[in-house]
């Protein structure tokens, strides 16, 4: 008898006897049911070893040691020890992503080989270091449990391999079919050369490029000004005064991420004396976009009045301009001429920008008006579809059409869910089932896979960009590398290699593709380097930019009229379309992290609602419930040619009269678990309402005459600033109760003649305050009377949030869920006020329900020294560190909630429940392995990213030489995340440190200082820059 | 019976009145170690018994200046010496705020003072007295007033004793045996 | 002057404290009596009533364990709910019993002997209540040990900052000492069961708990000084109580909680409602066990005065709050105020103000105040807006500083039930005493009566009687 050490176990008869076939299969790492079966040819070492994260471990653990009795559950050895990587110290790579077509490039945070989290990549100038929440919420999705598995081909689930080659034999069947290709609009030279590949190998084949949210107006403006379709990219350095007409390049046109720093940079005060440099923003808009909110002047107007105001402003600039087919309310009139005066006195620093639902006439109009103004816009080629290719509407039309009348034979749907974005007039779902075949590169089973007849489709799973090679344009043509961070977790292909495999490579892996076609375009020599060089850089040198800008100036407004369109009226109103700022199109309604995140204006989560302005509201007898109503909203039903919607209505002030904003994205279920997510305010995992029925091809994005009434029944909406709080206060007859301002905010000229306005002590909008709040300011310099701590030795943390450049886009919150593996309770428990982002985004209306201005200003934990929550807690749970760091320590808190209600800013977040139980283990793997994930029972805050902190002592203290450098660019990963740096971190004991710089700064204030809380989050008050001869 | 002797005479009286005022006699009589049984406290009886104060407000001191020390010292060490932790930017230890649980603390000791004090300077709990064996003393508890006098009183004589309660108005007068 | 008027009549020959002919032996009877009965179907019933309800909160809390404290109405800004407001409603309970005790008793106010017992009762059940609430109300109910100074692992100790600890030293204490005064007080009680027992169960079991009690004077002599040194430290510690308890609000930084009348208020709200609950019980009991003899209509009316005078004291609070705010020039001060009462809980704070400052005023009246119904009514009433009163107080968290933050706080099923049963528990409690221990203080009340002095009338003539004949004898 042997002993139990070297007797040996089998599973099988195979593996008794070690036949080859056996030997063969646990060679291989990985098991069928995640397929990485070629070897890679080259970072071998790396890429190999990121695979095992995916694998399965029984797999892993059988490969690793044959089967000899081991608890294999356990184990995760590395049979080859992967070189450069330190267990517990993350890598970065570089990579690039993109959202419906904007581009940014990206440095991914690996742990042990898992991509945890997504920072900007500051070489890359959609990016500038920063990122959108979209952008950062994308990494959530690798990780989503709902995505396809395997490639499901007639009732048969095939590994990678297996599908390549049953692409490889359909593509070489198609010879002779009538093929079309359903594409998203992706601007990846690689995509763009395998179309080209494609379009020659299938004859006959066609290419509809559709994006939900689309630029055709643009598009159409450009074709008729430049003769080709050409993207503006606008150089707001320098710029003096920008009008947006219409257009959100802060809120996602365009490159936003970039744009919103660019423009953050023109209005940066700072610790600057004079301000009387800012830039001047004008909005003209009928929705209330995040543009808008950080406009000096947003001009309220119809989605007509729009063209009619920029036809005004044209007229004034001698530009030549059809005439208006709205006449415009007098405010507006003047508003015009003020706009008009301020533009041409700024000359070359003016700008103007069109937005994407204004016809195109208004798109010519503004190129124009730039071209006239000498205003630095440059047009770059659209990337993201062939030159040739309809728009957006036309290529929906044009394909089910296709479909409908039978003339498809295959249709090949690369990524997007087509069923659901189509245009109401372009039903994909009925059409594609005429379609002989269809293979469709699919993220999850969707409106689309349901539309499909399961015998003729081939449904692929997509590489999330986490997974897969590519490459990514940038609008100014700066292209940057897509390198994989993991092998696929599923047997999922991406785009390139999907085509690759249906034009008959069946071998082809995304990394000869890609590097194979650099190597071709810019020659063999030195490539090894240089390629390495991009890798490691994420972007291509511009020497080998996609494309360059267009020499043509626009000419005229090539022909284009003014719309026919008339004012909305209470019988027939104007219909606005908005993509989600959370959901987009719709792509994100599985990613908990955009699903809970607020709206930027309406604070709305989870849900979409119909806006209306409180005038319009209160003719259709829509009321704002009262607080105790469980925040239940009335419901109307718009009715627009034809089609009727039933949905929540929300009352939204600043939104033009007698038009109701419809947010895209929303009615798709979520399909993720989320323990606590069923409740008694959610019925159903269907969230909010599509609205795609009511979008005609023809007006996308505003229609006009549609009916709205108020129909029984009500909705549960959660919102995180609770009946419009926002107001500071909710009782009737008591709205002017005097409290000491929470936002302060002066303008150029206020600032100009009282600089210290906000400092304490002068609390009112730049006046002394009046008696009655005195109190607030008898000693501001208070001192305890126990005499203060000393914090004036090594490090103490600090950190300053402008007011002026924050746009309120939510950036930083995702940045902190992606951080610190904040739970998302889903909407019942955000109903109940128990959301647990540790850093919100208040929103606070100023002036009148009409037309009001707004502010944003981010909240987390102000670090207080004196902090009124360490006092109250019985249990020592929360302390102050010696570098001023209020410390909340989990495994301490005992839950008595104390400290949350002492808060004074109410920061802190308590874990009414285990928010995380039960979720798939695919979702933990997103989460960072620094941060504790907190249990149920303890209470939870900003802790200025400690762990980012110690990392960065650690380096410091392993790198003496080099030590302040790295002290200097700790950062909390809001502060990284956000795209105009209006959160500035750093050691305050540090005279030089820039956040020193900025606490010593004139607008410097700190929240509720008469609390004497000696706050270290301070925050740089606002500075407007209004044109003092507008019309007010 | 061999083993029995004798505890003392117990008499019963029919109203606090008379116990009293038996009390009286038989301390002016010089007797010293006998004991009135009452249902409830009788008013003037300590003096009528010639008995000096009680020691309880001794121990309630006691306990409160033990409590007093105890508060404070358990503030002071876990606080400032053992773990001192930076709290709210106040100091480790200060007696503002160890003003609460230091007095609770004082208080508390004092009543355990109190009242293990009283009832050990009673000799309680006790089980069993001699007393026990006379069934009539049971109504000691409800409306009976009884007085008692032990052997061990040197001035005790039987004969006269019996007597002299008797006179006093004493009722079934009783010789109390002990083991 | 004419005896008619009642006001003369009291005021000349103040009505005995124990109405009815009685001697010694027939109030044993009577109050044992109550005792020593054979169970009663009513009672069984109560018993099983209170016991039903009880259950439904241990099904509650079992309920919390397995889920947390998700399962209740809170949320962010409010972050106290029903369980920090039913702690205090009980706590303030649990005042009129020591209060009634110790302090009437160093007032040498006899006629507290027919209810202290009773109401000594009510105090520690109600205090048990209260314990119930800080303990289940934490998130991590398997950690809340933490909260006692005990050498621990992680080598902490808990923050002696924290008005929260002070509370857990404040109210163990409170519980302590009223159980020990409870105790003493029942010691000569317990023996005359113990001498009347007709059970070996029964003597044995008030024999082990009267400790061989037997009424010797030495033993009286200092039974009565420590009952009154434990009076004399139960009245701060009453006091002290819910000023501690108050402070778990006053110390905070919040608006309408930073507040320094909290102290006085929290203590004159806690005997206002102390003594509307004894009330609520007394009434009813009297009858039931048939003590209108030693609870009589002159106790009822007096704890009505008092249920006045803190009542009036109150109402006096409520409006100093509001002056104060004003006067601050806080304007989160003075916000809060109006949010109270014309925020979103209006109709709380409307409950509060009829319930505590409006309902005693009936009391001014002495029609009323020896009204048995009616006091019942009143008290109930009074119960109530007590509660609402910490309702009031705890929600103010729902608006605070910054705006955004604001929400609303509903409560849920579980708020209820909790809240509820804690009733079951406090009444099974409470029946349970009432048959297994003397509802009233024999030997106090024995104490109290005329022919309990030895310098009574009744006695003169014997006395001399016989002083005389032992004189006679010496003479020989």
Redesign the interface.
């Known amino acids: 008898m042997k002993s139990d050490t070297t007797r040996k176990y089998w599973r099988s008869f195979d593996e008794r006897n070690q036949t080859d076939a056996y030997k063969a299969e646990v060679s291989r790492e990985f098991q069928d049911e995640l397929d990485v079966s070629t070897p890679e040819p080259e970072g071998t070492s790396r890429r190999g070893f990121l695979g095992w994260v995916g694998a399965s471990l029984a797999a892993s653990g059988l490969a690793g040691c044959d089967a000899i009795r081991r608890p294999a559950e356990k184990i995760l050895p590395y049979s080859v020890a992967p070189e450069e990587i330190l267990p517990g110290i993350p890598q970065y790579y570089a990579s690039v992503t993109q959202v419906g077509g904007e581009v940014v490039g990206v440095l991914v945070e690996s742990h042990e080989g898992r991509p945890t989290k997504v920072e900007g990549n500051p070489l890359h100038r959609g990016s500038l270091g920063a990122l959108s929440a979209l952008h950062q919420s994308q990494v959530l999705d690798l990780y989503d449990p709902q995505r396809l598995r395997a490639t499901a081909a007639n009732g048969r689930a095939l590994s990678a391999a297996e599908a390549r080659a049953l692409l490889a034999e359909k593509g070489a069947a198609w010879a002779g079919k009538r093929v079309a290709f359903l594409a998203e609009g992706v601007p990846s030279p690689q995509l763009a050369r395998l179309r080209a590949a494609a379009l020659a190998r299938f004859a006959g084949a066609q290419w509809f490029t559709y994006e939900s949210v689309s630029d055709d107006h643009q598009r159409a403006a450009t074709q008729a000004v430049f003769g080709e379709a050409l993207r503006p990219v606008y150089g707001f350095a320098g710029a003096k005064t920008i009008l947006s007409l219409d257009a959100d390049f802060l809120g996602g046109e365009g490159p936003a991420v970039a744009a919103a720093r660019q423009w953050a940079d023109t209005r940066r005060v700072g610790a600057n004396k004079d301000a009387s440099a800012l830039s001047r923003l004008y909005a003209v808009e009928a929705s209330f976009s995040l543009t808008g909110s950080n406009a000096d002047h947003r001009v309220r107007a119809s989605h007509a009045q729009v063209e009619a105001f920029a036809i005004a402003v044209a007229g004034q600039l001698g530009v030549s301009a059809p005439a208006a087919s709205v006449v415009l309310e007098d405010r507006q009139v003047k508003a015009a001429a003020a706009v008009a005066a301020d533009l041409r006195a700024s000359g070359a620093g003016a700008l103007v920008l069109a937005g994407r639902k204004q016809p195109p006439v208004v798109h010519a109009l503004a190129a124009a008006m730039n071209a006239a103004l000498g205003a630095s816009v440059r047009y770059y080629p659209d990337a993201r579809r062939a030159p040739d290719a309809l728009g957006d509407m036309a290529a929906a039309k044009a394909l089910v059409a296709a479909l409908s009348a039978g003339e498809v034979d295959v249709l090949v749907i690369l990524g997007g869910n087509p069923a659901y974005t189509f245009p109401a007039d372009a039903k994909l779902a009925d059409a594609v089932k005429k379609a002989g075949e269809v293979v469709y590169l699919a993220d999850m089973t969707n409106e689309t896979t349901a539309a499909l007849d399961a015998a003729k489709a081939v449904v692929v799973p997509r590489a999330h960009y986490l997974e897969a090679w590519g490459d990514l344009a940038h609008i100014d043509g700066q292209v940057a590398l897509q390198q994989p961070l993991i092998q696929p977790l599923h047997a999922a292909l991406s785009e390139l290699e999907l085509l690759a495999a249906l034009l008959g490579d069946k071998d082809a892996k995304g990394y000869d593709l890609v590097r194979g076609a650099w190597k071709d375009a810019t020659g063999a020599v030195g490539f090894h380097k240089r390629w390495r060089r991009w890798l490691h850089e994420g972007v291509v040198d511009d020497a080998h930019a996609a494309f360059a800008a267009s020499p043509k100036a626009p000419s005229g407004l090539g022909g284009l009229t003014a719309t026919a369109a008339a004012a909305p009226a209470a019988d027939k109103l104007d219909v606005l379309f908005v993509p989600s700022h959370n959901l987009f199109d719709g792509r994100f309604a599985n990613n908990s992290w955009q699903q809970e995140v607020p709206d930027p204006l309406t604070k709305i989560t989870w849900d979409n609602a119909a806006l209306l302005s409180p005038a319009t509201a209160k003719a259709l007898g829509v009321v704002e419930r009262p607080v105790d109503s469980d925040f239940a909203v009335d419901m109307v039903e718009v009715t627009l040619n034809g089609a009727t919607l039933k949905t929540a209505a929300w009352v939204m002030p600043g939104l033009a009269d007698n038009t109701v904003v419809l947010t895209l994205g929303y009615g798709r279920e979520f399909k993720n678990y989320l323990p606590y997510q069923e409740g008694s305010y959610n019925d159903s995992t269907v969230y909010g309402f599509d609205v795609g029925p009511l979008r005609a091809s023809a007006a996308p994005f505003a229609a006009s005459g549609a009916k709205v009434t108020k129909v029984e029944g009500s909705y549960f909406i959660a919102a995180v600033q609770r009946y419009d709080n926002s107001r500071q206060h909710s009782i009737e007859g008591f709205e002017n109760m005097e409290r000491p301002k929470i936002v302060r905010e002066t303008t150029v000229a206020g600032y100009a003649e009282n600089p210290t306005f906000a400092k304490p002590g002068i609390i009112q909008h730049g006046a002394p305050m009046p008696d009655k709040t005195k109190f607030a300011v008898l000693h501001p310099e208070a001192k305890s009377i126990y005499g203060d701590f000393d914090y004036s030795q090594g490090h103490q943390w600090g950190m300053v949030i402008d007011l002026s450049t924050c746009t309120g886009c939510n950036a930083c919150m995702v940045a902190c869920v992606a951080e610190n593996n904040i739970p998302m309770v889903g909407k019942d428990q955000v109903r109940r006020g128990r959301e647990m982002h540790w850093i919100r985004m208040d929103r606070y209306f100023t002036g009148d329900d009409a037309n009001p201005e707004v502010v944003h200003q981010p909240i987390a934990c102000q670090q207080c020294e004196t902090a009124p929550c360490e006092n109250v807690c019985p249990v020592a749970a929360t302390v102050h560190s010696p570098e001023g760091l209020n410390d909340m320590v989990y495994n301490r808190c005992i839950g008595t909630r104390y400290c949350a209600n002492n808060c004074p800013l109410k920061v802190r977040r308590f874990n009414f429940y285990n928010y995380s139980k039960g979720q798939d283990e695919l979702i933990h793997m997103q989460r960072n392995p620094n941060v504790t994930v907190r249990f149920r029972g303890v209470m939870e805050k900003c802790t200025y990213c400690v762990q980012r902190i110690n990392k960065g002592k650690r380096n410091a203290a392993l790198n003496p030489e080099v030590k302040q450098q790295i002290i200097d660019r700790i950062t909390p990963a809001c502060a990284q995340g956000c795209p105009t740096k209006a959160i500035t971190f750093g050691d305050i004991n540090n005279p030089k440190s820039e956040v020193a710089q900025l606490k010593a700064a004139a607008l410097d204030y700190v929240l509720l200082s008469e609390l004497n809380l000696q706050s270290r989050t301070s925050f740089l008050a606002k500075v407007r820059n209004p044109n003092p001869s507008f019309p007010g | 019976m061999t083993s029995q002797k004798n505890w003392g005479v117990l008499a019963e009286f029919a109203n606090p009145a008379e116990l009293l005022h038996a009390a009286q006699e038989l301390h002016k009589l010089g007797y010293r170690k006998f004991e009135t049984w009452s249902p409830f406290p009788i008013h003037g009886m300590d003096d009528a018994m010639g008995l000096t104060g009680s020691k309880v407000p001794w121990l309630t001191l006691g306990g409160g200046l033990t409590g007093l020390t105890i508060g404070l010292l358990l503030q002071w060490w876990t606080g400032a010496v053992d773990y001192p932790l930076v709290i709210g930017g106040k100091p480790y230890f200060a007696w503002q705020f160890a003003t609460p649980v230091t007095f609770e603390l004082s208080i508390l000791l004092s009543a355990f003072g109190t009242v293990f004090g009283m009832f050990a300077l009673n000799g309680l709990p006790r089980p069993y007295h001699p007393l026990d064996r006379v069934a009539r003393f049971r109504r000691v508890t409800d409306d009976g007033f009884f007085l008692s006098v032990e052997v061990a009183d040197p001035l005790f004589d039987m004969e006269r004793t019996h007597n002299q309660l008797a006179e006093l108005g004493g009722a079934h007068i009783t010789v109390v045996e002990d083991k | 002057m004419s005896d008619t008027s009642p006001h003369n009549k009291e005021s000349i020959f103040p009505p005995p404290f124990v109405a009815g002919k009685h ?3 027939s109030i ?1 009877e009577a109050i044992c009596g109550v005792v020593e009965k054979p169970l009663n179907i009513n009672w069984i019933l109560a018993l099983g009533v209170a016991g039903t309800v009880m259950a439904m909160l241990f099904a509650s809390i079992g309920y919390l364990f397995w ?4 399962i209740w ?8 709910g029903w369980a920090i407001v039913n702690f205090v409603f009980w706590v303030g309970i649990g005042h009129a019993g020591t209060l009634i005790s110790a302090v009437l008793f160093l007032f040498r106010q006899k006629w507290r002997t027919a209810i202290n017992r009773f109401a000594e009762a009510m105090t520690i059940f109600a205090v048990i209540c209260a314990l119930v609430f800080p303990g289940i ?5 398997w ?2 040990y ?2 006692l ?1 005990i050498p621990n692992q ?13 509370d ?3 109210v163990s ?1 409170y519980f ?2 009223s159980l ?2 409870w ?2 007080g029942l010691v ?1 009680d317990l ?2 069961l ?3 027992a007709k059970s070996k169960l029964a003597f044995w079991g008030y ?1 082990l708990f009267s ?16 009952y009154m ?2 009076a004399a ?2 009245t ?2 009453v006091l ?1 109580v819910h000023t ?1 308890v108050s ?2 609000f006053a ?4 608006p309408g909680w930073h507040t320094t009348i909290f102290p006085p208020y929290f203590v004159a709200g806690a005997i206002f409602s102390g003594f509307a609950m004894v009330l609520t019980l007394a009434v009813p009991s009297r009858k039931l066990f048939g003590l209108e003899d030693f609870i009589t209509i002159r106790h009822i009316e007096n704890m009505n005065k008092i249920i006045l005078v803190t009542g009036t004291l109150v109402g006096y609070a409520y409006a100093m709050e509001f002056f104060i705010a004003w006067y ?5 001060e ?2 809060a105020f ?2 109270r009462a ?3 809980y209006w109709w709380a704070y409307l409950a509060m103000v009829s319930c505590n400052v409006i309902s005693p005023q009936f009391f001014w009246s002495k029609k009323m105040r020896t009204n048995l119904t009616v006091t019942f009514i009143l008290s109930i009433f009074v119960n109530i807006g007590m509660w609402f009163e910490r309702f009031v107080i705890t929600m103010t ?1 729902h ?10 706080y ?1 409560p849920t099923v579980y708020d209820m039930s909790t809240f509820l049963g804690s009733f079951g528990l406090f009444f099974t409690l409470f029946i349970l005493f009432l048959k297994f221990l003397p509802a009233v203080a ?3 009340v ?2 109290v009566m005329p ?6 009338e009744g ?1 003169a003539h ?2 001399h009687a ?2 005389n ?2 004189s006679n ?1 010496e003479a020989h």
């Not at chain 3, 109300?137 to 109910?141: E, F, L, N, P, S």
């Not at chain 3, 080598?155 to 002696?160: D, G, K, L, R, Y």
């Open positions: 001697d010694f032996h044993t889920e947390g404290t998700g109405g809170l949320n962010n800004p409010v972050g106290w109300h934490v998130g991590r109910v950690a809340a933490w909260m100074p992680m080598a902490m100790w808990p923050n002696f900052r924290s008005p929260l600890l002070w857990v030293f404040a204490t302590t000492v020990l005064f105790y003493v000569p023996a005359t113990r001498d009347r024999g400790l061989g009690w037997r009424g010797a004077n030495r033993h009286w002599q200092n039974y009565e000084r420590a040194l434990l430290l139960a701060p510690l002290s501690i402070f778990d110390v905070s930084v919040l601050s020039g806080s304007p989160y003075g916000f109006i949010n014309f925020g979103p968290l608006r605070d500083f910054l705006p955004s933050s604001w929400d609303y509903a024999i030997s106090e024995k104490g022919q309990a002095d030895p310098h009574w006695y014997a006395h016989v002083s004949a032992v004898k």
